[in-house]
């Protein structure tokens, strides 16, 4: 499965920092989908929302559906799932957008 990391996460990320990142991405623990939630914060406070419209894993329809659900203050970039490490201005850009508000 960590072979096709790179191409379904990270496909605009050189590929060695893919291949890393799929050496150290650890599996999501089954009980968290089954753990109570409670109020999300985006109900009460602020949020934001980098938008990766060329996801592989999370449509980015779905994307922008949910950012306008929370109200976000909602930026789009060119994209792989991994937008976090790809777009690291658009991020800081964003993050500081939302400090001063």
Do not use: Y
């Not at 994307?63 to 991994?82: E, I, L, N, Y």
């Amino acid at each position: 499965m960590r072979d096709r990391f790179p191409e379904a996460f990270a496909h605009d990320i050189d590929l060695p920092q893919a291949r890393l990142m799929a050496a150290v991405q650890k599996p999501l623990a089954k009980k968290c989908f089954a753990a109570p939630v409670g109020v999300p914060a985006w109900k009460s406070k602020p949020s934001a929302f980098l938008i990766s419209e060329d996801d592989r894993l999370v449509n980015p329809e779905l994307q922008h559906f949910m950012a306008k659900r929370m109200g976000a203050a909602a930026q789009s970039v060119r994209s792989s799932h991994a937008s976090l490490v790809s777009h690291p201005d658009a991020v800081a850009k964003l993050t500081v957008e939302m400090a001063n508000r």
